[in-house]
């Protein structure tokens, strides 16, 4: 079974310009979720989707993130304006009925 | 919001001895899990718990769903090398909520 896929793996900008990460999950998993990963932190959870809704969106920036999973399946995390903060590792997961959450490899993001 | 606070920091052992890291909360806890995260790889769930006082084991790994529901732990008998890593503990309130994470254990396994 084919794990969660993310790209791209890396990414670097500079502050005040756009950046979009995709995610696509294992299939059959009903439950997306996009963490950020601050260096020397755990994950913190951004947004989760079940199905193509939106069960959980209140710790995401929403001035200037967004995110979206239009089919219930791929999934979109957008950053614009990225800010110095930003820099973190961006990790899509998923899940179904069971344990996980399963996680991807993430998307490392350095904003100069 | 909702912390966890997972200790030790860090760990430096040499290889062959027996590992424990642990996991408290002030708010009771309906799950708990523990992950292993490698460098530049996402985490991966070593063990699900759903029960207070549940012991469940995963090859050398065994972790514990506190009584008070407050904390879990993990041990690692006998570590290898590869055992090196980050372990996060992560705690869900509820049923389907947001699953809340510990800031990690970095464990250094000296051959």
């Known amino acids: 079974e084919a794990g969660v896929a993310q790209s791209p793996r890396y990414k670097i900008i500079e502050k005040r310009q756009s950046v979009a990460f995709w995610c696509n999950p294992i299939s059959g998993h009903a439950t997306l979720y996009w963490y950020q990963q601050i260096l020397g932190q755990g994950p913190k959870l951004l947004i989760q989707f079940q199905n193509n809704g939106v069960v959980d969106d209140s710790q995401l920036p929403k001035d200037r993130f967004s995110a979206e999973r239009l089919k219930g399946v791929d999934s979109t995390l957008k950053i614009q304006p990225a800010k110095l903060e930003d820099s973190a590792v961006y990790l899509c997961a998923s899940s179904f009925v069971g344990p996980g959450p399963f996680f991807g490899p993430g998307t490392r993001l350095t904003v100069l | 919001g909702q912390q966890l606070n997972q200790s030790p920091q860090s760990m430096f052992i040499q290889e062959g001895e027996d590992v424990s890291m642990n996991c408290t909360s002030s708010s009771i806890f309906n799950t708990w899990l523990w992950y292993k995260q490698e460098p530049g790889e996402g985490p991966v769930l070593l063990i699900a718990l759903y029960k207070a006082g549940e012991l469940t084991s995963n090859g050398r790994l065994t972790a514990q769903f506190g009584i008070t529901r407050k904390d879990s732990f993990l041990n690692i008998s006998a570590s290898i090398p590869s055992d090196v890593g980050i372990y996060f503990c992560?705690?869900?309130?509820?049923?389907?909520?947001?699953?809340?994470f510990g800031e990690g254990t970095q464990l250094t396994v000296n051959p």
């Open positions: 992560a705690g869900e309130e509820t049923s389907g909520s947001r699953l809340t």
